[in-house]
């Protein structure tokens, strides 16, 4: 089994296994999960990711392996037993000063809290312009501009 340029690049709008949409994000459900370079335990391991909650791009399904692809643009092959489609986000590993988690979804609402680029956050929703997000430590919630996330499409809405 190779990992051409066919299973790489999906034209597909679905998967051919699940039926759902492609491309799409996912999560890692585990605290550990090994990202290969084929689809399959034969083939060597690309990375380890150690932190359960993270996004991923899912780009396109094989028997049960996920072609991936996570927010600095590395790609490989994950079992779909370490998934989850529990909707979560970065925040915007692309700017230097993070991003305001905002009481409402305005931009001249009250700051709850300054995330710095990289914190991972839990979707509630999003409207397309604004995502209620939550996070952990400390158990805050509020609102976060949806430009300033990874983990959720341009003007996409999750309800």
């Given amino acids: 089994m190779t990992t051409g340029d066919s299973r ?50 899912l780009i396109d399904e094989w028997g049960n392996w996920r072609l991936v692809r996570d927010h600095d643009g590395s790609s490989g092959w994950m079992h779909a037993a370490l998934l989850s489609g529990q909707r979560t986000a970065i925040i915007a590993p692309w700017l230097k000063q993070g991003a305001s988690l905002q009481r409402s979804p305005a931009q001249n609402a009250g700051i709850t809290a300054l995330m710095q680029p990289g914190v991972i956050v839990k979707i ?3 409207s397309g312009s604004w995502c209620h997000v939550a996070i952990q430590r400390p158990r ?3 609102y976060v501009a949806q430009t300033k996330l990874w983990g959720v499409y341009p003007r996409e809405v999750i309800e």
């Fill in 124 to 126: 509630s929703d999003c």
């Fill in 140 to 142: 805050l919630s509020g």
């Fill in 8 to 57: 790489a690049t999906s034209s597909r709008d679905t998967g051919r296994v699940t039926g759902l949409k492609l491309p799409r994000f996912v999560s890692l459900k585990s605290e550990t999960a090994r990202m290969r370079v084929g689809p399959s335990t034969d083939y060597a391991v690309r990375f380890v990711y150690m932190v359960a909650g993270l996004p991923l791009e």
